[in-house]
């Protein structure tokens, strides 16, 4: 056997810590867009409002986060 392995539980534990910082920074940049002014590209707020944010709620949800 090489390599590492580790558990189904801890492989959803690490993914489910993943998904949670990337749902985070993409929050914090929409909400310094809005409220600071901070710049960020039209198509990229979009997207972050209407298919990134709303996909990865769902899939920590399915993790159980």
Known sequence: MN???IDWETADR???LNLKDAL????T???NHVENG???H???YHANMTQYIP????L??????
């Open 3 to 5: 390599g590492m392995q």
């Open 14 to 16: 690490i993914t489910l």
């Open 24 to 27: 985070q920074q993409l929050e």
């Open 29 to 31: 940049e929409v909400k």
């Open 38 to 40: 901070s710049w960020m």
């Open 42 to 44: 039209p198509e990229d």
């Open 55 to 58: 996909a990865l709620k769902t």
């Open 60 to 65: 920590i949800k399915y993790y159980g986060g």
